[in-house]
Each structure stands twice: as structure tokens, then as C-alpha cells.
Nanobody, 124 residues
Framework: QVQLVESGGGLVQVGGSLKPSCAAS????????LAWFRQAPGDEREFVAA????????NYGDSVKGRFTISRDNAQNMVYLQMNSLKLEDTAVYYC?????????????????WGLGAQVTVSS
């Protein structure tokens, strides 16, 4: 079992930056892909970014490419999401997830463990 706790969400203005983090406990996630998804009110959950276990592969959703960067610290069992140039449409609850696989998949059904989410609100 893996427990995931997100932190670092909050309120930020358009164009600003935020860096939520996610702490994993229960077992090491060193050999698992880690990812971020998000869900805005009334919308489906959407893939944001993933980081493969090898440390060499990343994958991003089209809407965040060039603005968001996912990183991981295997020693600390942590995953981060650096969000820059934030837009109103980035407002959502952000979830971190751990996969049973090692590849940086954008498919939700590849992920077995999920956090409870962190609210990110972008204001004008």
C-alpha cells in the first residue's frame, strides 16, 4: 500500500507560479512512474504530467507543455510539479498518483494509488 499526501496548493494570480508537492509513504516508489492529474468542477479528470521510474522519461498533457515541469526525489519519496505562467483554466484540484508500471503513462487506469488532492486556484 502507498499513501500519498499533496501539499503546496493555494491561490495565485494569472501569470504566477506554484509548486505543489506530494509525499509518498508505505513503500518506496523508486521503481514506479509518478504522475499528476487534475480535475476542475464539472470536468473529467485530466492528465497533467508523469515521470518514469528511470528518471529519463517525462510526459506532459498538451495544455501544460512548456509551462509545467514534473520532478521527483526518490530518496525522499517525493514528487513535485513546478507550475509557471499559470492561467485561469489551470484552476483545479491536483492529484498525485503512483503507477504499477514504470513508464510515464498519461492513462489514469495505469495508476493504482491516488492522493486526496490539493486545490489550486488561479485568479485574475
Amino acid at each position: 500500500q502507498v499513501q500519498l499526501v499533496e501539499s503546496g496548493g493555494g491561490l495565485v494570480q494569472v501569470g504566477g507560479s506554484l509548486k505543489p508537492s506530494c509525499a509518498a509513504s508505505g513503500r518506496t516508489v523508486r521503481y514506479s512512474a509518478l504522475a499528476w492529474f487534475r480535475q476542475a468542477p464539472g470536468d473529467e479528470r485530466e492528465f497533467v504530467a508523469a515521470f518514469g521510474w528511470s528518471g529519463r522519461s517525462t510526459n506532459y498533457g498538451d495544455s501544460v507543455k512548456g509551462r509545467f515541469t514534473i520532478s521527483r526525489d526518490n530518496a525522499q519519496n517525493m514528487v513535485y510539479l513546478q507550475m509557471n505562467s499559470l492561467k485561469l483554466e489551470d484552476t483545479a484540484v491536483y492529484y498525485c498518483a503512483v503507477s504499477r508500471y514504470g513508464g510515464a503513462s498519461g492513462q489514469q487506469d495505469s495508476y493504482d494509488y491516488w492522493g486526496l488532492g490539493a486545490q489550486v486556484t488561479v485568479s485574475s
